[in-house]
């Protein structure tokens, strides 16, 4: 099936600094991801989606100068956490499709803003 | 109009027995309904899926039963397990449109030995 890598599992990082978090599919060619949060039992919160070679659309309320997202490749998609803070504390899972098959997530990444 | 709205919120059930886990839409343009499951710490995985034409879908132990007509659509898991304790999402989203994915509020399984 297909598999969408998300590195790193777990990141740790001080207030004010930036955090790059990789989503990769590799076994397909993603045509469209997405990426998500999502804060302790609650659902996937979409955060914006990006297709290859485009600029990313944000969704109503998610600030696109602190989550800066490309889309290089076709196979890789990138979220950077800018200027962390402690609030910006989450789980974040990147989703990845092309125009035929359903959407694949990756195993999300913990980032924790001391 | 984006809505899907997912019941019952948690869900207690005895080894062996039914899980149903149900939700609601009300874009009739959506034509893709899968169902994820996800464990603590882990992404959300693809169980099952089903499209409008269809009313029921069977994988293993798991069905999707769809109503078009009513904008419903749930998950059967038979024989529930042990190790089927889980949140379970249910999602609706349609092959236009940049294939936004709307996701149910999800449902928390626990399978008791």
């Known amino acids: 099936g297909a598999v969408v890598s998300q590195h790193p599992s777990r990141v740790i990082c001080k207030s004010g600094t930036s955090v790059k978090i990789e989503c990769r599919s590799l076994?397909?060619?993603?045509?469209?991801m997405f990426w998500y949060r999502q804060f302790p039992k609650q659902s996937l919160m979409l955060m914006a989606t990006?297709?290859?070679?485009?600029?990313?659309?944000?969704e109503q309320g998610v600030e696109k100068d602190k989550f800066l997202i490309n889309h290089a490749s076709l196979t890789l998609s990138t979220l950077t956490v800018t200027s962390a803070h402690p609030e910006d504390s989450s789980f974040y899972i990147c989703?990845?499709?092309?125009?035929?098959?359903?959407?694949?997530f990756g195993n999300g990444t913990r980032l924790t803003v001391t | 109009q984006q809505q899907v709205k997912q019941s019952p919120q948690s869900l207690i059930v005895q080894k062996g027995g039914i899980s149903i886990i149900n939700c609601a839409y009300e874009?009739?343009?959506?034509?893709?309904f899968p169902w994820y499951q996800q464990f603590p710490g882990k992404g959300p995985a693809l169980l099952i899926a089903?499209?409008?034409?269809?009313s029921e879908k069977k994988e293993g132990r798991f069905t999707i039963s769809f109503n078009k007509s009513a904008k419903q659509f749930s998950l059967h898991i038979m024989d529930s397990q042990p190790g089927d304790s889980a949140t379970y999402f249910c999602?609706?989203?349609?092959?236009?449109?940049?294939?936004?994915?709307?996701f149910g509020a999800g449902t928390r399984l626990f399978v008791k030995a």
């Open positions: 076994d397909f060619q993603a045509t469209t």
């Open positions: 990006s297709n290859e070679g485009s600029k990313a659309t944000y």
């Open positions: 999602a609706a989203s349609k092959n236009t449109g940049g294939f936004k994915t709307i």
């Open positions: 874009n009739t343009a959506f034509d893709y």
């Open positions: 089903i499209r409008p034409d269809v």
């Open positions: 989703s990845a499709r092309d125009r035929l098959s359903p959407l694949h």
